[in-house]
Protein backbone atom coordinates (compact mmCIF):
# COMPACT_ATOMS: atom_id res chain seq x y z
CA UNK A 1 0.00 0.00 0.00
CA UNK A 2 1.26 3.40 -0.63
CA UNK A 3 1.11 6.23 1.52
CA UNK A 4 -1.10 8.96 0.80
CA UNK A 5 -0.23 12.39 0.86
CA UNK A 6 -2.20 15.62 2.34
CA UNK A 7 -0.48 17.39 -0.52
CA UNK A 8 -1.97 15.61 -3.16
CA UNK A 9 -5.53 16.09 -0.95
CA UNK A 10 -5.80 12.20 -0.58
CA UNK A 11 -6.84 10.20 2.77
CA UNK A 12 -4.93 9.61 5.51
CA UNK A 13 -2.24 6.97 6.67
CA UNK A 14 -3.22 3.52 6.82
CA UNK A 15 -5.66 3.32 10.39
CA UNK A 16 -5.88 0.90 13.04
CA UNK A 17 -4.63 0.38 16.76
CA UNK A 18 -0.78 0.88 17.11
CA UNK A 19 1.09 -1.72 19.56
CA UNK A 20 4.31 0.66 19.35
CA UNK A 21 2.22 3.79 20.03
CA UNK A 22 0.61 2.21 22.97
CA UNK A 23 3.79 1.15 24.22
CA UNK A 24 5.15 4.23 24.44
CA UNK A 25 2.46 6.00 26.15
CA UNK A 26 2.67 3.30 28.77
CA UNK A 27 6.31 3.45 29.13
CA UNK A 28 5.96 8.01 29.39
CA UNK A 29 3.25 7.03 32.10
CA UNK A 30 5.12 5.16 34.16
CA UNK A 31 8.21 7.54 33.65
CA UNK A 32 5.66 10.15 35.30
CA UNK A 33 4.78 8.05 37.95
CA UNK A 34 7.68 7.07 39.28
CA UNK A 35 9.44 10.57 38.96
CA UNK A 36 6.65 11.85 41.03
CA UNK A 37 7.00 8.98 43.27
CA UNK A 38 10.43 8.53 44.00
CA UNK A 39 10.46 12.10 44.54
CA UNK A 40 8.45 11.84 47.59
CA UNK A 41 10.39 9.41 48.94
CA UNK A 42 13.41 11.52 48.01
CA UNK A 43 11.87 14.09 50.05
CA UNK A 44 10.66 12.15 53.16
CA UNK A 45 14.16 10.50 53.23
CA UNK A 46 16.08 13.56 52.55
CA UNK A 47 17.88 12.18 49.58
CA UNK A 48 19.95 13.99 47.69
CA UNK A 49 19.98 14.66 43.80
CA UNK A 50 16.95 12.59 43.18
CA UNK A 51 15.04 15.81 41.73
CA UNK A 52 17.04 14.99 38.69
CA UNK A 53 14.71 12.35 38.30
CA UNK A 54 11.94 14.96 37.46
CA UNK A 55 13.61 15.12 33.88
CA UNK A 56 12.39 11.41 32.81
CA UNK A 57 8.69 12.98 34.02
CA UNK A 58 9.34 15.68 31.68
CA UNK A 59 10.80 13.78 29.28
CA UNK A 60 7.68 11.45 28.83
CA UNK A 61 5.12 14.47 29.19
CA UNK A 62 6.62 16.17 26.10
CA UNK A 63 6.51 12.34 24.29
CA UNK A 64 2.42 12.56 25.47
CA UNK A 65 2.40 16.27 23.71
CA UNK A 66 3.95 15.33 20.29
CA UNK A 67 1.82 11.67 20.24
CA UNK A 68 -1.69 14.06 21.20
CA UNK A 69 -0.19 16.28 18.32
CA UNK A 70 0.47 13.58 15.99
CA UNK A 71 -2.96 12.13 16.56
CA UNK A 72 -5.07 15.25 15.90
CA UNK A 73 -2.60 16.56 13.01
CA UNK A 74 -3.43 13.25 11.69
CA UNK A 75 -7.48 14.12 12.18
CA UNK A 76 -7.21 17.57 11.02
CA UNK A 77 -5.60 16.67 7.63
CA UNK A 78 -8.32 14.15 7.33
CA UNK A 79 -10.84 16.39 7.54
CA UNK A 80 -9.00 19.02 5.05
CA UNK A 81 -8.94 16.18 2.66
CA UNK A 82 -12.99 15.93 2.95
CA UNK A 83 -13.77 19.56 2.89
CA UNK A 84 -13.71 21.95 6.04
CA UNK A 85 -16.57 22.69 7.17
CA UNK A 86 -18.33 23.83 10.80
CA UNK A 87 -19.56 20.64 10.56
CA UNK A 88 -16.80 18.42 10.75
CA UNK A 89 -14.86 21.31 13.37
CA UNK A 90 -17.70 20.90 15.49
CA UNK A 91 -17.49 17.07 15.13
CA UNK A 92 -13.69 17.49 15.62
CA UNK A 93 -13.91 19.92 18.83
CA UNK A 94 -16.72 18.02 20.19
CA UNK A 95 -14.92 14.33 19.86
CA UNK A 96 -11.80 16.02 21.74
CA UNK A 97 -13.98 17.82 24.57
CA UNK A 98 -15.70 14.27 25.13
CA UNK A 99 -12.32 12.53 25.28
CA UNK A 100 -10.63 15.41 27.72
CA UNK A 101 -13.55 16.70 29.63
CA UNK A 102 -14.98 13.80 31.84
CA UNK A 103 -12.76 12.49 34.05
CA UNK A 104 -10.95 15.66 34.29
CA UNK A 105 -14.73 17.41 35.85
CA UNK A 106 -15.34 14.00 37.44
CA UNK A 107 -12.23 14.55 39.67
CA UNK A 108 -11.78 18.06 39.91
CA UNK A 109 -15.17 17.70 42.05
CA UNK A 110 -13.50 15.12 44.00
CA UNK A 111 -11.13 17.00 44.65
CA UNK A 112 -12.86 20.09 45.36
CA UNK A 113 -15.62 18.23 47.65
CA UNK A 114 -12.85 16.71 49.81
CA UNK A 115 -9.74 18.78 49.02
CA UNK A 116 -11.59 22.08 48.48
CA UNK A 117 -8.35 24.70 47.33
CA UNK A 118 -7.76 27.35 49.57
CA UNK A 119 -9.15 30.14 47.11
CA UNK A 120 -12.31 29.07 45.86
CA UNK A 121 -12.33 31.78 43.12
CA UNK A 122 -9.79 29.12 41.70
CA UNK A 123 -12.16 26.52 40.89
CA UNK A 124 -13.64 28.94 38.28
CA UNK A 125 -10.13 29.03 36.56
CA UNK A 126 -9.90 24.99 36.70
CA UNK A 127 -13.25 24.83 34.82
CA UNK A 128 -12.40 27.39 31.88
CA UNK A 129 -8.54 25.92 32.16
CA UNK A 130 -7.15 29.54 32.68
CA UNK A 131 -5.58 28.61 35.84
CA UNK A 132 -2.17 28.68 33.89
CA UNK A 133 -3.06 30.00 30.38
CA UNK A 134 -0.17 32.95 30.73
CA UNK A 135 0.84 32.61 34.16
CA UNK A 136 2.03 30.62 36.86
CA UNK A 137 -1.22 28.12 38.46
CA UNK A 138 -3.68 30.07 40.55
CA UNK A 139 -3.88 27.09 42.28
CA UNK A 140 -0.32 26.58 43.02
CA UNK A 141 -0.04 22.40 44.33
CA UNK A 142 -3.74 21.99 44.19
CA UNK A 143 -4.02 19.56 41.24
CA UNK A 144 -1.36 20.39 39.56
CA UNK A 145 -1.28 17.81 37.09
CA UNK A 146 -3.68 19.87 35.21
CA UNK A 147 -1.33 22.22 34.01
CA UNK A 148 -0.50 19.99 31.10
CA UNK A 149 -4.77 19.21 30.59
CA UNK A 150 -4.89 22.71 29.94
CA UNK A 151 -2.29 22.71 27.18
CA UNK A 152 -4.29 20.32 25.65
CA UNK A 153 -7.33 22.29 25.54
CA UNK A 154 -6.26 25.81 24.39
CA UNK A 155 -4.55 23.65 21.48
CA UNK A 156 -7.64 22.15 20.37
CA UNK A 157 -9.72 24.86 21.11
CA UNK A 158 -7.08 27.34 19.06
CA UNK A 159 -5.19 25.39 16.78
CA UNK A 160 -8.32 23.13 15.94
CA UNK A 161 -10.29 26.04 14.96
CA UNK A 162 -7.62 28.57 13.26
CA UNK A 163 -5.36 25.78 11.06
CA UNK A 164 -9.15 24.90 9.47
CA UNK A 165 -10.39 28.43 8.89
CA UNK A 166 -7.11 29.02 7.72
CA UNK A 167 -6.97 26.03 5.03
CA UNK A 168 -10.67 27.54 4.41
CA UNK A 169 -9.66 30.47 3.18
CA UNK A 170 -6.18 29.74 1.75
CA UNK A 171 -5.55 26.09 1.49
CA UNK A 172 -2.34 24.26 2.61
CA UNK A 173 -0.58 27.75 2.91
CA UNK A 174 -2.80 28.69 5.29
CA UNK A 175 -2.98 25.75 7.48
CA UNK A 176 0.97 25.34 7.29
CA UNK A 177 1.12 29.26 8.11
CA UNK A 178 -0.82 28.38 11.36
CA UNK A 179 1.08 25.61 12.10
CA UNK A 180 4.21 27.72 11.92
CA UNK A 181 3.07 30.59 14.01
CA UNK A 182 2.32 28.18 16.81
CA UNK A 183 5.90 26.67 16.77
CA UNK A 184 7.54 30.23 16.46
CA UNK A 185 5.19 32.20 18.71
CA UNK A 186 6.02 30.28 22.45
CA UNK A 187 9.10 30.57 21.48
CA UNK A 188 9.21 34.01 20.68
CA UNK A 189 7.47 34.47 23.86
CA UNK A 190 9.88 32.53 26.01
CA UNK A 191 12.54 34.61 24.44
CA UNK A 192 11.07 38.13 25.47
CA UNK A 193 9.72 36.03 28.90
CA UNK A 194 11.56 37.42 31.99
CA UNK A 195 10.56 35.18 34.64
CA UNK A 196 10.28 36.16 38.52
CA UNK A 197 9.44 32.43 39.63
CA UNK A 198 11.00 29.22 38.95
CA UNK A 199 11.63 28.02 35.17
CA UNK A 200 9.55 24.89 35.77
CA UNK A 201 6.37 26.37 37.50
CA UNK A 202 6.68 30.13 35.24
CA UNK A 203 7.40 28.81 32.18
CA UNK A 204 7.07 25.00 31.36
CA UNK A 205 3.23 24.67 33.30
CA UNK A 206 2.16 28.09 31.19
CA UNK A 207 -0.25 27.11 28.19
CA UNK A 208 1.70 29.91 25.90
CA UNK A 209 4.68 28.50 26.73
CA UNK A 210 4.17 24.56 25.82
CA UNK A 211 1.87 25.07 22.90
CA UNK A 212 4.59 24.61 20.30
CA UNK A 213 5.43 20.80 21.96
CA UNK A 214 1.81 20.10 20.31
CA UNK A 215 2.74 21.35 17.29
CA UNK A 216 5.64 19.34 16.84
CA UNK A 217 3.45 16.59 16.98
CA UNK A 218 1.19 17.90 13.98
CA UNK A 219 3.84 18.93 11.66
CA UNK A 220 5.06 15.43 12.52
CA UNK A 221 1.94 13.83 11.23
CA UNK A 222 2.25 16.04 8.20
CA UNK A 223 5.94 15.06 7.71
CA UNK A 224 4.91 11.69 7.54
CA UNK A 225 2.06 12.08 4.76
CA UNK A 226 4.01 14.59 2.23
CA UNK A 227 7.78 12.42 3.21
CA UNK A 228 6.91 9.14 2.84
CA UNK A 229 10.70 7.62 2.89
CA UNK A 230 11.09 9.19 6.12
CA UNK A 231 9.93 5.65 7.18
CA UNK A 232 12.67 4.05 5.33
CA UNK A 233 15.43 5.93 6.73
CA UNK A 234 13.69 5.07 10.78
CA UNK A 235 16.23 3.32 11.93
CA UNK A 236 19.14 5.92 11.70
CA UNK A 237 16.41 8.65 12.75
CA UNK A 238 15.54 6.69 15.68
CA UNK A 239 19.26 6.60 16.63
CA UNK A 240 19.76 10.18 15.90
CA UNK A 241 16.85 11.00 18.40
CA UNK A 242 18.45 9.18 20.88
CA UNK A 243 21.64 10.84 20.45
CA UNK A 244 19.85 14.02 20.94
CA UNK A 245 17.84 13.75 23.43
CA UNK A 246 20.53 11.63 25.56
CA UNK A 247 22.89 14.64 24.74
CA UNK A 248 19.91 17.16 25.89
CA UNK A 249 19.27 15.12 29.38
CA UNK A 250 23.39 15.02 30.11
CA UNK A 251 23.90 18.76 28.93
CA UNK A 252 21.09 19.64 31.76
CA UNK A 253 22.63 17.58 34.15
CA UNK A 254 26.09 19.22 33.75
CA UNK A 255 25.12 22.92 33.44
CA UNK A 256 22.04 22.57 35.73
CA UNK A 257 22.46 19.83 38.49
CA UNK A 258 19.05 20.34 38.92
CA UNK A 259 15.67 20.24 37.36
CA UNK A 260 14.39 24.08 37.47
CA UNK A 261 17.17 25.37 35.17
CA UNK A 262 18.48 28.71 35.49
CA UNK A 263 20.42 29.50 32.32
CA UNK A 264 18.81 31.21 29.61
CA UNK A 265 19.53 28.96 26.98
CA UNK A 266 17.85 25.96 28.83
CA UNK A 267 14.86 27.70 29.68
CA UNK A 268 14.34 28.61 26.34
CA UNK A 269 15.68 25.89 23.93
CA UNK A 270 15.86 22.57 26.76
CA UNK A 271 12.83 21.27 25.74
CA UNK A 272 12.92 22.27 22.02
CA UNK A 273 15.58 20.16 21.45
CA UNK A 274 14.54 17.10 23.48
CA UNK A 275 11.00 17.25 21.38
CA UNK A 276 13.19 17.25 18.20
CA UNK A 277 14.82 13.89 19.43
CA UNK A 278 11.71 12.57 19.75
CA UNK A 279 10.13 13.47 16.66
CA UNK A 280 12.83 11.72 14.87
CA UNK A 281 12.16 8.40 17.12
CA UNK A 282 8.58 8.47 16.34
CA UNK A 283 8.52 7.15 12.92
CA UNK A 284 10.35 3.92 14.75
CA UNK A 285 8.42 3.77 17.20
CA UNK A 286 4.79 3.14 14.65
CA UNK A 287 6.82 0.19 13.64
CA UNK A 288 7.35 -1.95 16.53
CA UNK A 289 4.95 -4.80 16.90
CA UNK A 290 4.03 -7.66 19.50
CA UNK A 291 2.64 -11.04 18.60
CA UNK A 292 2.09 -12.38 21.99
CA UNK A 293 -2.07 -11.74 22.16
CA UNK A 294 -1.51 -11.48 26.48
CA UNK A 295 1.27 -8.71 26.45
CA UNK A 296 -0.91 -6.66 23.83
CA UNK A 297 -3.85 -6.81 25.91
CA UNK A 298 -2.13 -5.56 28.99
CA UNK A 299 -0.64 -2.67 27.00
CA UNK A 300 -3.31 -1.75 25.30
CA UNK A 301 -5.28 -1.72 28.82
CA UNK A 302 -2.61 0.25 30.67
CA UNK A 303 -2.51 2.17 27.39
CA UNK A 304 -6.37 2.95 27.78
CA UNK A 305 -6.31 3.96 30.87
CA UNK A 306 -3.25 6.08 31.23
CA UNK A 307 -5.06 9.17 31.09
CA UNK A 308 -7.20 8.43 34.53
CA UNK A 309 -4.18 7.04 35.81
CA UNK A 310 -2.03 10.58 35.22
CA UNK A 311 -5.01 12.64 37.04
CA UNK A 312 -5.85 11.20 39.90
CA UNK A 313 -2.07 9.61 40.91
CA UNK A 314 -0.31 12.63 42.91
CA UNK A 315 -3.70 12.52 45.05
CA UNK A 316 -3.73 8.66 45.37
CA UNK A 317 0.35 9.05 46.34
CA UNK A 318 -0.76 12.05 49.34
CA UNK A 319 -3.36 9.39 50.66
CA UNK A 320 -0.02 6.83 50.83
CA UNK A 321 2.11 8.96 52.76
CA UNK A 322 1.36 7.11 56.04
CA UNK A 323 3.73 4.77 54.87
CA UNK A 324 7.20 6.74 54.14
CA UNK A 325 6.10 7.97 57.86
CA UNK A 326 5.84 4.62 59.02
CA UNK A 327 9.35 3.99 57.21
CA UNK A 328 7.94 1.22 54.60
CA UNK A 329 8.94 3.49 50.94
CA UNK A 330 8.31 0.19 48.90
CA UNK A 331 5.00 -0.62 50.56
CA UNK A 332 4.45 3.35 49.79
CA UNK A 333 5.57 3.02 45.95
CA UNK A 334 3.46 -0.51 45.44
CA UNK A 335 0.51 1.13 46.94
CA UNK A 336 0.76 4.34 45.25
CA UNK A 337 1.20 2.62 41.69
CA UNK A 338 -1.43 0.02 42.29
CA UNK A 339 -4.19 2.69 44.00
CA UNK A 340 -3.38 5.10 40.75
CA UNK A 341 -4.30 1.73 38.44
CA UNK A 342 -7.09 0.88 40.26
CA UNK A 343 -8.73 4.53 40.05
CA UNK A 344 -7.76 4.64 36.24
CA UNK A 345 -9.48 1.80 35.52
CA UNK A 346 -12.82 2.56 37.46
CA UNK A 347 -12.59 5.62 35.54
CA UNK A 348 -11.87 3.99 32.29
CA UNK A 349 -15.03 1.33 32.70
CA UNK A 350 -17.24 3.66 34.47
CA UNK A 351 -16.72 7.45 32.77
CA UNK A 352 -14.05 7.19 29.70
CA UNK A 353 -15.18 3.92 27.76
CA UNK A 354 -19.12 4.52 28.08
CA UNK A 355 -19.05 8.01 26.45
CA UNK A 356 -16.56 7.07 24.00
CA UNK A 357 -18.40 3.97 22.96
CA UNK A 358 -21.50 5.95 22.59
CA UNK A 359 -20.16 8.90 20.59
CA UNK A 360 -21.04 7.56 17.09
CA UNK A 361 -24.67 7.88 18.64
CA UNK A 362 -25.18 11.63 18.71
CA UNK A 363 -23.38 12.03 15.26
CA UNK A 364 -19.69 11.73 15.52
CA UNK A 365 -17.59 8.99 14.57
CA UNK A 366 -14.75 7.03 16.27
CA UNK A 367 -11.51 8.72 15.76
CA UNK A 368 -9.09 6.83 13.36
CA UNK A 369 -5.25 6.76 14.12
CA UNK A 370 -3.33 8.01 11.70
CA UNK A 371 -0.64 5.59 12.20
CA UNK A 372 1.53 2.93 10.06
CA UNK A 373 0.85 -0.67 10.29
CA UNK A 374 4.99 -2.29 8.82
CA UNK A 375 2.39 -5.48 7.31
CA UNK A 376 0.29 -3.09 5.42
CA UNK A 377 2.99 -2.04 2.52
CA UNK A 378 3.36 -3.78 -0.62
Known sequence: MQYKSFINGDSSLPTGRNFGLDLFRVLAEFSVLLAHFMMWVAYAYEIEGMQFLLVIGAIGLEFFFVMSGFLIGGMLLDITNKGVSVS???????????RVLPPYLVWLLVLWVFYPPEHQFSIFSFLTFTQNLAWASVGGQWFDV?????????FYIGFGSLSLLAFRCAGK?????VLTLFIIIPLIARLAFHDTGGWDSSIRKVV???????????????????YTYIFE????????????????????????????????FNKIFILNIIL???????????????????????????SDTSYAVYLVHLTVAGWCVWLLKAQQPVLFLLLAIGGSLALGGLSWYFIEKPILSRRHKIGFTRPTRPVLQPDQQT
Do not use: H
Open 146 to 154: SWSLSVEFW
Open 88 to 98: RWAEFTIRRML
Open 276 to 302: LGLCLVFPWILYVRCERTRIVRVITWL
Open 173 to 177: AGFMS
Open 208 to 226: VFQLDAIAYGVLLAYALRR
Open 233 to 264: LRNYLALAGVVIISCAVGWWWVSERQFDVELA
